[in-house]
């Protein structure tokens, strides 16, 4: 079908196989060049092959699909081009290539031409065995910014392929499985730390060319890890060469400003009535998945293509009078649909921030078919909670319960992402209270309950280490502080954690329902003390997580065990080796509790005693009842022999009844049954601290017998 017709009505999902520059043949023949710009009265290429002549090559026009067509055989690889648009009001303004699949490094802003037969791909077999989303599965992220996580000496940008190598090896090391990168689609400004794109197309040459990105993709692929894009379909910058007033008119832009523009972000909103515009978000899409086998985009700023009224004074309703975006809902819908049923096992993550129902839920069930969802209610919650001087945690103690409400409500993603590290935020290590122990214990600690907490992981790059300044887009991390024992403590720690987590499936293989999480405790406000369990599928392993979250020991703290048995200490923060008080000895590792009753054979003796007990004490009861009801019968023979004997007695003309109340039977003695034997743990707390303990003996319930 004809690919301009389908780009029209909003159906083409690769129209960047025929919009934009290719090559016209072979490399001898020069380059075509096509633009959608249906209100500009001419259009013409410039660059280099031309010494940027800005009427020398005209654009012929297909005044049916409002797309533009010229072929350049001067025109070679490498060589910049930008198109000269000229409005109908007469102004003219050079324009990047929307569908570039190169750009011109920053500060220059023009497109390049790039033949994409670039790479030879190893990694056939990964695309092909990727799980569905919906799999259980462990998925720990870690959120990079490309220009910032390594530089060298002179402030200078590492290479994609220098980057996959040492990135690779060390997430592996440190226990993550997937790295989100931050938005890599060209963009000029450097403190919009990619969020405000003009190349949909192309991935920015600060780090080098498309096959180097390639090679990034291909060499994560080879060491097990996921790679995740951050995507921006909500919005784009008003640079003039960019897509704003494309052709001098508002062409991938709403029209209105009250639905079309951001003041706060200074940045205006895609038009999603727009079928050209659907087909450029669509194909922008299906080129990560197709060109570059990524394994996910992060939708960015959903909830502000949700709401007409995101972050708006005057807006315009929807056409039922909500404040909804009917179009940008119906896109996302569409885009989920068309992605997860041609890209098998990717993922595509929303970040939304608001309550909108059925994020994750499937299209047919009148979702938004996203596969996960950033949980931001848990992320802010446990940070505020996190922040709070011990004395005052008491008072907040469901900050860090009320999570559990809606747990399963939607397939989430528990996020510590940049965005908490910025504008006057301060370091995670640094929003801790307390000393510096106490800010690395409850580090640790906080650390303990994300990754037991139901949802997959995400963590944003210096957390992992104990970063102490805020993040800063044009430095690098302050890899230096390593050197500090408290630093290199904490990065053992959440190596291990990250492994621990990866390896067990207590963690992940239920996280959608509660089957695999119980409460424990989750009142002990007095002591700040939360303990759940976290079950495998068929609780072929159950984990006790404990946590204190003061700075005190809790002697002798009585819990309620999931399980019948022996637990022993899986994992624990407060260990010297990750500079916790070692309050449980040099190995902790090797402590076991038993629960009380310690096995499930005392337990099921003393369900077999109380049964006794309870069947003896029915037994007297119901022989007293036989004794009564004799009594009873006799009695009654008497009254009625006296009936018999009092001939003159009217018992209707007095009203008097003499059986009165011997009627009424005696109660039946209720067949009870006895509780369950409920297992408990007795140990100390260690201060400002988590365990994981593991139970060694899983056997069945004791159960009553039927009578």
């Known amino acids: 079908m004809d690919p301009a017709y389908l780009f029209n009505n909003g159906l083409n999902y690769e129209s960047y196989n025929f919009l934009g520059a290719h090559l016209n043949g072979g490399s001898e023949d020069g380059f075509r060049f096509s633009v959608w710009a249906p209100n500009a009265v001419n259009v013409c290429v410039t660059g280099d092959f031309n010494n940027w002549n800005e009427s020398s090559h005209p654009m012929d026009k297909n005044f049916d699909t409002g797309i533009w067509y010229l072929s350049i055989k001067e025109a070679k690889q490498w060589q910049r081009y930008k198109y000269v648009v000229t409005a109908k009001n007469g102004d003219v303004t050079l324009k990047a290539d929307p569908f570039a699949r190169h750009a011109e490094t920053r500060p220059g802003t023009a497109s390049v031409l790039y033949d994409p037969d670039d790479y030879k791909w190893s990694d056939q077999d990964w695309v092909k065995n990727r799980l569905p989303a919906e799999t259980p599965q462990p998925l720990n992220i870690y959120e990079c910014h490309l220009g910032s996580w390594r530089q060298y000496e002179d402030g200078n940008f590492y290479n994609y392929r220098t980057l996959a190598v040492q990135l690779a090896d060390y997430l592996i090391d440190m226990g993550y499985n997937a790295v989100e990168i931050m938005p890599i689609t060209e963009y000029p400004l450097d403190d919009s730390w990619g969020y405000q794109a003009t190349g949909y197309f192309a991935p920015t040459s600060r780090y080098g060319i498309p096959a180097d990105f390639k090679f990034f993709v291909d060499h994560m692929h080879s060491k097990g890890i996921r790679v995740i894009l951050d995507w ?3 919005h784009f910058p008003k640079d003039s060469f960019g897509l704003a007033r494309f052709d001098g008119t508002p062409l991938y832009e709403y029209a209105d400003t009250r639905v079309g523009e951001h003041k706060t972000w200074g940045t205006l909103v895609f038009d ?12 922008s899409a299906w080129f990560w998945m197709s060109e570059y086998h990524l394994d996910g985009i992060r939708v960015d700023a959903v909830s502000s ?3 007409l009224d995101y972050d708006r004074d005057e807006f315009i309703r929807n056409q039922y009078g909500g404040n909804e975006n009917l179009e940008a809902i119906d896109f996302m819908r569409t885009l989920n649909r068309i992605i997860l049923m041609n890209f098998p096992g990717v993922m595509m993550i929303a970040e939304e921030s608001t ?8 299209v047919e069930e009148n979702g938004l078919g996203f596969t996960h969802k950033w949980n931001m209610g848990w992320m802010h919650d446990t940070l505020k909670y996190m922040s709070l001087d011990y004395i005052h945690r008491p008072f907040h103690h469901n900050q860090l319960s009320f999570s559990m409400t809606y747990a399963f409500s939607e397939r989430y993603v528990l996020a510590f992402s940049h965005d908490e590290v910025v504008h006057g935020k301060k370091s995670i290590l640094e929003k801790m209270p307390g000393d510096p122990w106490r800010k690395f214990a409850n580090m640790r600690a906080m650390l303990i309950y994300m990754m037991s907490h139901p949802g997959s992981k995400l963590n944003f790059m210096g957390y992992e280490f104990g970063q102490y300044l805020e993040w800063r887009c044009k430095e690098e991390l302050e890899w230096n502080v390593l050197d500090l024992e408290p630093n290199h403590q904490l990065s053992g720690f959440v190596r291990d954690l990250n492994n621990l987590y990866l390896k067990t499936p207590a963690f992940w293989e239920q996280d959608l329902n509660w089957y695999g999480f119980e409460w424990m405790q989750a009142e002990d406000k007095d002591n700040s003390v939360y303990i759940y369990s976290r079950s495998s599928k068929y609780e072929g392993q159950v984990i006790l997580v404990v946590l204190n979250l003061t700075p005190a020991v809790v002697p002798g703290y ?8 022996t637990y022993r200490i899986l994992f624990n923060s407060d260990d010297e080796q990750y500079g916790g008080s070692q309050y449980l000895g040099e190995r902790s590792d090797q402590l076991r509790f038993a629960t009380d009753p310690p096995t499930i054979e005392e337990a099921n003796r003393e369900f077999d005693r109380a049964k006794q007990r309870i069947k003896k004490s029915r037994d007297m009861l119901q022989k007293r009842r036989d004794e009564l009801e004799a009594d009873r019968q006799a009695l009654f023979a008497e ?21 009165r109340g011997l009627d009424i039977p005696i109660a039946d003695v209720p067949n009870q049954k006895p509780l369950y034997a409920t297992p408990t743990l007795t140990l100390d707390l260690p201060p400002l601290s988590g365990l994981y303990l593991l139970c060694e003996q899983l056997p069945t319930d004791p159960t009553p017998d039927k009578e």
Do not use: C, H
């Open 232 to 234: 921006v379909p909500a």
């Open 305 to 307: 293509m949700i709401y």
């Open 558 to 565: 009585k819990m309620r065990a999931p399980r019948f048995g």
């Open 639 to 659: 009254y009625q022999k006296l009936l018999n004997e009092m001939e003159d007695f009217d018992s209707e003309d007095t009203g008097y009844n003499p059986l």
């Open 272 to 283: 999603f009535s727009k079928k050209e515009v659907l087909s450029f978000l669509y194909s």
């Open 355 to 362: 309550s909108y129902p059925y994020i994750t839920k499937p």
